[in-house]
């Protein structure tokens, strides 16, 4: 099983969060639920964010989204800005969601508004 966690995953885990869906028995508990579980929650801009802009996190990074978000509530950030490798990440510590991602290639001329905190993980 590969380590990197494709937006079909993503996808399918939050309509279950939505709409739980009982699992089948034979179902594997996928690397991205068993990560995440209920810690960290993408919105749905976040989502298309991350498809249109094909933005895929490996379990790894997920590992260090997860420990910067931990990072931030423990010095009272609210709303972070986060980064990892190529990546910023917009996140209501609070919420525990995922609000945006932007890659690289679309970082250049962005303006973070609304943070109180930023954290490089």
Same mark, same amino acid.
């Given at each position: ?8 995953? *993503? ?17 594997? &508990? ?6 995440? @579980? ?5 919105? %749905? ?22 420990? @910067? ?6 010095? @009272? %950030? ?14 209501? $510590?609070?919420?525990? &969601?995922?609000?945006?991602? *932007? ?9 973070? &508004?609304? $943070?109180?905190?930023? *954290?490089? *993980?």
């Amino acid at each position: 099983m590969s380590n990197r966690i494709d937006n079909a995953q *993503v996808a399918e885990l939050l309509s279950r969060q939505v709409a739980p869906v009982s699992p089948r028995p034979t179902e594997k &508990t996928t690397e991205f639920q068993d990560l995440l @579980g209920s810690r960290l929650k993408l919105s %749905g801009h976040a989502q298309t964010r991350m498809q249109s802009r094909n933005i895929q996190l490996e379990a790894s990074q997920w590992d260090r989204v997860m420990s @910067g978000v931990e990072r931030a509530a423990e010095k @009272g %950030g609210r709303e972070s800005l986060l980064m990892i490798d190529d990546v910023a990440l917009i996140v209501s $510590i609070k919420n525990r &969601t995922i609000i945006t991602a *932007v890659d690289m290639a679309h970082l250049s001329e962005s303006v973070f &508004t609304n $943070i109180d905190s930023a *954290v490089i *993980v």
